[in-house]
T-cell receptor
Framework: EADIYQTPRYLVIGTGKKITLECSQTMGHDKMYWYQQDPGMELHLIHYSYGVNSTEKGDLSSESTVSRIRTEHFPLTLESARPSHTSQYLC???????????FGDGTRLSIL | RKEVEQDPGPFNVPEGATVAFNCTYSNSASQSFFWYRQDCRKEPKLLMSVYSSGNEDGRFTAQLNRASQYISLLIRDSKLSDSATYLCVVRIQGAQKLVFGQGTRLTINP
C-alpha cells in the first residue's frame, strides 16, 4: 500500500468557512496532485506540484489554492467555502513523470 | 475530442466470463499507459502498467497498440470482486501530468 494520507476523511461545514484539506506522503515523491471528483463522474485535475515551492493549476478551474513548503506536505485551502465546492477531493503523488500515481483515501466535502 | 476516451458502459457480465474493453488516446506522443480500478466511493488504485509488448498479471492482460492508438484490458474468469470502474490513464510526452479517462463501469453478476 502507498503511504499517502488525507485528512479529514469527511467534512460537513457551513458556507463561508475557511477550509484546509491535508495531504501528506512519506515516500519522498516530488510530484503531487489534487483531483476533484463528483459521484459517478470522472477525475478532474485541479492542482499539481513538481516539488517544493512549485505549484501549477490543473485542467479544471478551481477557487482553491495549494502550497508546497515541504516535500511531504501538499495542503489545499478554500478561503470561503460554498455549496458548489461540495465534492470528493483526492490527493496523489508519484516518483516521476513516467511513474504511476498513488492516491490517498480522499476527503468528502459537503458545504451546507 | 477528449485526449483519452473510454466506453463508459456499464458492462454487465456473468461470473466466470471473459470481458475486454478498450481505451483510445488522441496524442501519438503518449508515452506511459496504466489501468486503474476504482471502487464505488473509493480512491483509484493502480491495477497495472501497460508495456509495449503487452503484459499479464494473473487473470488480467493489458495490451498496447501504438499504430491504432489504443490500449486494452482483458479480464479472464471474472470474479464478483472485479466489479468496479476501470480507468485508462495516459501520459503524454513532455507533460507533467497523467490524463485519466472517464472510466468503464463493470458489474460481474452471480
Amino acid at each position: 500500500e502507498a503511504d499517502i494520507y488525507q485528512t479529514p476523511r469527511y467534512l460537513v461545514i457551513g458556507t463561508g468557512k475557511k477550509i484546509t484539506l491535508e495531504c501528506s506522503q512519506t515516500m519522498g515523491h516530488d510530484k503531487m496532485y489534487w483531483y476533484q471528483q463528483d459521484p459517478g463522474m470522472e477525475l478532474h485535475l485541479i492542482h499539481y506540484s513538481y516539488g517544493v515551492n512549485s505549484t501549477e493549476k490543473g485542467d479544471l478551474s478551481s477557487e482553491s489554492t495549494v502550497s508546497r513548503i515541504r516535500t511531504e506536505h501538499f495542503p489545499l485551502t478554500l478561503e470561503s467555502a460554498r455549496p458548489s465546492h461540495t465534492s470528493q477531493y483526492l490527493c496523489a503523488s508519484s516518483r516521476g513523470d513516467n511513474q504511476p500515481q498513488h492516491f490517498g483515501d480522499g476527503t468528502r466535502l459537503s458545504i451546507l | 475530442r477528449k485526449e483519452v476516451e473510454q466506453d463508459p458502459g456499464p458492462f454487465n457480465v456473468p461470473e466466470g466470463a471473459t470481458v475486454a474493453f478498450n481505451c483510445t488516446y488522441s496524442n501519438s506522443a503518449s508515452q506511459s499507459f496504466f489501468w486503474y480500478r476504482q471502487d464505488c466511493r473509493k480512491e483509484p488504485k493502480l491495477l497495472m502498467s501497460v508495456y509495449s509488448s503487452g503484459n499479464e498479471d494473473g487473470r488480467f492482460t493489458a495490451q498496447l497498440n501504438r499504430a491504432s492508438q489504443y490500449i486494452s484490458l482483458l479480464i479472464r474468469d471474472s470474479k464478483l470482486s472485479d466489479s468496479a470502474t476501470y480507468l485508462c490513464v495516459v501520459r503524454i510526452q513532455g507533460a507533467q501530468k497523467l490524463v485519466f479517462g472517464q472510466g468503464t463501469r463493470l458489474t460481474i453478476n452471480p
